[in-house]
């Protein structure tokens, strides 16, 4: 009897092949060992497409060798894993701007709400007016037009739209733009980011956006001592003890919502700012602006003021002033809207402007920013200012409170003079 040999069934739609195809790309890619006279050497191999503008001719084998160790092999075969990524999603060509702007916001790790941001003003002032160029066919000139049309006409709020944008916002986009075409350049779509062509581009400013930053509205000390005893005294307020923490402190609203009563050390007197709640998920928390804890001192009576709220929580429920609730936490204990405590603020401050004429009205950062005001007006040294207030840097905090500066150059003048007229 005559073996006959099997036959493979038929493909005309080329399917198995397509489907080897697909079974290699999905592969994350090898390394491995080989000696050489030099000693031991690695490679490491991945499948790529042949021609990634035209997939249907199939997967080639991409070998590179020659790395001294596992650690070395791998970050390129990372890279190579990460430019067989962007050429499967585009097909081998450079991307517009528009498209890849959004890839790059999506693979974003950074804060909700600083992704969020930067989302924005990919969606308003760079996809609009310049997504459908592609990457490699944007001109530093051309952007410097943009920028200029920006200024002229750029703001996209309903209330605002086409009037003209602040060097703040317009640096914002600047920052944004260069970050993305920087990534483009790290995939290979471009060698030179055209952002970074100063005499060309001529974005705003550090100092431009300075001169246009709106001026700090604070309290003096008179003032915050007036709404303080008013808000506690006459209107019996249950968050006083949350608008005087955050006076007394600087803490940010955010930072204040997320306390809870272990971070309260009532030996030492100070308090551990670990956490902030997250503006763009309030039910949840993240960590502080900077990414860092600060611990800062507190004074007697602000202690006295949470130790009495302390009680009042406790008898609401016990489990509301245990070492893990939150301090300003619901009647359910669970964390509170940094909104919500805007509209409450604003409310407040309504009636209290009302009764005193003596009062301006300030946002809550406004506590913030009087706090930090009311310590370099008594002579206290902005770093430890910074401190307290959790800036990354003193620069930040004096580039902030620059209109204290010239009180501070008159308190330093006249104690200089005070103290060589007692030499």
Same mark, same amino acid.
């Given at each position: 009897?005559?073996?006959?040999?099997? %036959?493979?069934?038929?493909?005309?739609?080329?399917?198995?092949? @397509?489907?080897?195809?697909?079974?290699?790309?999905?592969?994350?890619?090898?390394?491995?060992?080989?000696?050489?006279?030099?000693?031991?050497?690695?490679?490491?191999?991945?499948?790529?497409?042949?021609?990634?503008?035209?997939?249907?001719?199939?997967?080639?084998? +991409?070998?590179?060798?020659?790395?001294?160790?596992? !650690?070395?092999?791998?970050?390129?075969?990372?890279?190579? +894993?990460?430019?067989?990524?962007?050429?499967?999603?585009?097909?081998?060509?450079?991307?517009?701007?528009?498209?890849?702007?959004?890839? =790059?916001?999506?693979?974003?790790?950074?804060?909700?709400?600083?992704?969020?941001?930067?989302?924005?003003?990919?969606?308003?002032?760079?996809?609009?007016?310049?997504?459908?160029?592609?990457?490699?066919?944007?001109?530093?000139?051309?952007?410097?037009?943009?920028?200029?049309?920006?200024?002229?006409?750029?703001? !996209?709020?309903?209330?605002?739209?086409?009037?003209?944008?602040?060097?703040?916002?317009?640096?914002?986009?600047?920052?944004?733009?260069?970050?993305?075409?920087?990534?483009?350049?790290?995939?290979?779509?471009?060698?030179?980011?055209?952002?970074?062509?100063?005499?060309?581009?001529?974005?705003?400013?550090?100092?431009?956006?300075?001169?246009?930053?709106?001026?700090?509205?604070?309290?003096?000390?008179?003032?915050?001592?007036?709404?303080?005893? =008013?808000?506690?005294?006459?209107?019996?307020?249950?968050?006083?003890?949350?608008?005087?923490?955050?006076?007394?402190?600087?803490?940010?609203?955010?930072?204040?919502?997320?306390? @809870?009563?272990?971070?309260?050390?009532?030996?030492?007197?100070?308090?551990?700012?670990? @956490?902030?709640?997250?503006?763009?998920?309030? !039910?949840?928390?993240?960590?502080?602006?900077?990414?860092?804890?600060?611990?800062?001192?507190?004074?007697? %009576?602000?202690?006295?003021?949470?130790?009495?709220?302390?009680?009042?929580?406790?008898?609401?429920?016990?489990?509301?002033?245990?070492?893990?609730?939150?301090?300003?936490?619901?009647?359910?204990?669970?964390?509170?809207?940094?909104? !919500?405590?805007?509209?409450?603020?604003?409310?407040?401050?309504? =009636?209290?402007?009302?009764?005193?004429?003596?009062?301006?009205?300030?946002?809550?950062?406004?506590?913030?920013?009087?706090?930090?005001?009311?310590?370099?007006?008594?002579?206290?040294?902005?770093?430890?200012?910074?401190?307290?207030?959790?800036?990354?840097?003193?620069?930040?905090?004096?580039?902030?409170?620059?209109?204290?500066?010239?009180?501070?150059?008159?308190?330093?003048?006249?104690?200089?003079?005070?103290?060589?007229?007692?030499?």
């Amino acid at each position: 009897m005559t073996s006959r040999r099997r %036959e493979p069934p038929d493909d005309p739609g080329g399917n198995e092949a @397509r489907r080897q195809r697909r079974s290699r790309s999905r592969r994350p890619g090898s390394i491995q060992e080989y000696q050489t006279a030099q000693g031991k050497r690695w490679r490491f191999q991945i499948y790529v497409l042949k021609d990634p503008e035209y997939p249907e001719q199939g997967m080639r084998r +991409l070998t590179r060798s020659g790395f001294k160790d596992t !650690a070395e092999a791998n970050d390129a075969l990372q890279d190579a +894993l990460k430019q067989r990524a962007q050429n499967e999603k585009f097909s081998g060509k450079v991307p517009a701007l528009g498209v890849y702007a959004e890839e =790059w916001a999506e693979g974003l790790k950074l804060a909700d709400s600083t992704v969020k941001g930067y989302k924005k003003i990919i969606r308003n002032h760079i996809k609009p007016q310049l997504g459908t160029i592609r990457l490699d066919k944007l001109t530093a000139t051309r952007i410097a037009r943009h920028y200029r049309d920006l200024e002229k006409h750029g703001r !996209a709020d309903k209330l605002g739209k086409g009037q003209p944008l602040s060097a703040n916002s317009v640096h914002k986009i600047h920052v944004v733009l260069g970050a993305i075409l920087d990534a483009a350049i790290e995939d290979g779509h471009l060698t030179v980011n055209p952002t970074k062509k100063r005499r060309t581009v001529k974005a705003p400013t550090s100092s431009e956006v300075r001169a246009q930053k709106p001026e700090i509205v604070t309290w003096t000390g008179e003032q915050l001592h007036t709404f303080l005893t =008013w808000n506690r005294d006459e209107l019996n307020d249950e968050l006083f003890p949350l608008w005087r923490l955050i006076a007394y402190t600087g803490m940010r609203r955010s930072e204040a919502l997320a306390l @809870r009563w272990n971070d309260i050390n009532t030996k030492t007197m100070r308090i551990s700012i670990r @956490r902030a709640v997250n503006t763009e998920d309030w !039910a949840e928390t993240k960590t502080t602006k900077t990414g860092n804890a600060r611990v800062i001192d507190i004074d007697a %009576e602000t202690l006295k003021v949470l130790a009495a709220h302390k009680v009042a929580r406790a008898e609401l429920a016990f489990e509301l002033a245990k070492a893990d609730a939150y301090v300003f936490g619901d009647d359910d204990g669970k964390l509170r809207s940094p909104d !919500a405590m805007t509209s409450r603020w604003a409310r407040r401050l309504d =009636w209290a402007t009302a009764k005193y004429d003596t009062l301006t009205r300030v946002t809550i950062k406004g506590l913030r920013h009087t706090h930090a005001t009311l310590l370099l007006e008594l002579g206290e040294h902005p770093k430890v200012v910074q401190e307290r207030l959790g800036h990354s840097t003193i620069t930040t905090t004096m580039n902030i409170y620059s209109h204290v500066t010239p009180t501070m150059q008159k308190a330093a003048a006249d104690r200089f003079a005070q103290y060589l007229d007692r030499a």
